[in-house]
């Protein structure tokens, strides 16, 4: 480490999952009897806010290895939890197939935010991956929330895994992007002046209702509430254990970069209004079309958009020793697919309760990238 500069921090990853039924692909609405088949199984998950959501967390980590490992253990035992009950879990980005039942989890805090946020909330059920990496402090992690805004959008674009919804094509490869941003506290953080100005700008949110506790700030990334690191929280759930392990490996670098750099990086400031116009533009378009590059203001092919950024965190990725790694998975990803490219092409052959199995399938294929 001594020669490239860079400390190498511990991470973590959280992946919501979609309950589905096994006969019909609508939303199974039991996440509370599969978290307790899976506890038998030694798998500890966390309910959502909405009952056909679940989320799995991995420890404190130090390898990619490790990570894969996690991941495909966690996903197998809910699957095999989920199937004890009459139900699959699929990761993906919003349902393919939606029912009739919108319920919200029947918790204190999950009813006050129907009751405050109404079809918001009841037509939640999205799924998302948050990826948490150690920081020193909170006032690094505003640094890093600074500078990793430019990067988003193409964050968005590798990982969408949501084109298909109510049995039709969104027109979109993240639909949950779109979904999502309906949250008053979602969407890019601002540009942070100090510790003062991002404490300002909670207050603001709580006190006009637009969150209800601080757990409701679902701004793209934030400095953990309860622990000493950064989560970043743009993307849909990818579809497969390669491609969380990609996402997340590329965000380990992204934030060892910003830490390399510090302030001089997140003074590099780029407008709101700029970063929702990219995001706007990598959920439809995902991996196949162009993407505002926000630091040069052009409008690039993603592919180089993508290559840009390999290139900013390449110290970062040769100090993990992953550059190699992560180069093969991206090229397989533009090969192949990502997750929306792939819930499309199944649609258009054979429709909706397809990609419900095709996702199901990738869900707890681990050798898809290699």
């Known amino acids: ?7 190498v921090p511990t991470f973590g990853v959280e992946e919501e999952l979609l309950l589905v039924d096994e006969s019909t692909g609508e939303p199974f609405m039991e996440s509370a009897a599969v978290a307790h088949v899976a506890k038998t199984l030694g798998l500890e998950l966390d309910l959502e806010l909405t009952p056909c959501q679940i989320e799995t967390a991995t420890p404190v980590l130090d390898s990619v290895a490790d990570l894969r490992g996690h991941l ?7 699957g095999a939890a989920a199937q004890e009950v009459g139900g699959r879990v699929l990761a993906v980005g919003v349902p393919p197939i939606v029912g009739d039942r919108q319920p919200v989890s029947k918790t204190d805090r999950y009813q006050r935010i129907a009751r405050n946020f109404g079809l918001i909330a009841a037509e939640q059920g999205v799924c998302g991956c948050h990826v948490h990496v150690a920081v020193p402090d909170r006032a690094r992690a505003i640094e890093v929330s600074n500078s990793l805004r430019p990067w988003l959008p193409i964050l968005v674009a590798l990982t969408a895994n949501s084109a298909i919804h109510r049995a039709s094509d969104s027109g979109y490869c993240s639909w949950r992007t779109m ?3 309906r949250w008053p506290s979602a969407g890019a953080p601002p540009h942070f002046e100090s510790e003062e100005d991002y404490a300002a700008a909670i207050a603001r949110l709580l006190e006009v209702g637009a969150a209800l506790d601080e757990g409701m700030i679902y701004w793209d990334m934030r400095p953990s509430k309860n622990f000493p690191t950064i989560e970043v929280r743009v993307s849909d759930v990818p579809a ?23 302030p001089t990086a997140a003074a590099r400031a780029v407008s709101s209004d700029d970063v929702r116009l990219a995001k706007w533009r990598a959920a439809r378009d995902g991996l ?11 409008m690039v092919p993603t592919r180089v958009a993508v290559d840009r950024m390999l290139a900013h965190i390449g110290p970062a990725l040769d100090c993990l020793g992953e550059r ?9 990803l533009f090969r192949h697919g990502n997750g929306a490219m792939q819930q499309r092409e199944v649609f258009e ?7 419900v199995e095709h996702a199901a399938a990738r869900t707890m294929d681990t050798n898809t990238l290699r």
């Not at 480490?1 to 400390?7: V, W």
């Not at 052959?349 to 990609?355: D, K, M, P, Q």
């Open 288 to 298: 196949t079309g162009n993407c505002p590059d926000l630091l040069s203001g052009s």
């Open 1 to 7: 480490m001594a020669s490239t500069g860079l400390d």
């Open 179 to 181: 979904l999502w941003s």
């Open 324 to 332: 190699a790694a992560v180069e093969d998975s991206l090229h397989s």
């Open 349 to 355: 052959r054979c429709g909706a309760l397809a990609v």
């Open 240 to 262: 497969t254990v390669d491609e969380t392990v990609l996402y997340a490996t590329v965000v380990r670098a992204l934030v060892m970069t910003a830490l390399a750099d510090g």
């Open 72 to 78: 495909t253990e966690s996903r197998s035992k809910a």
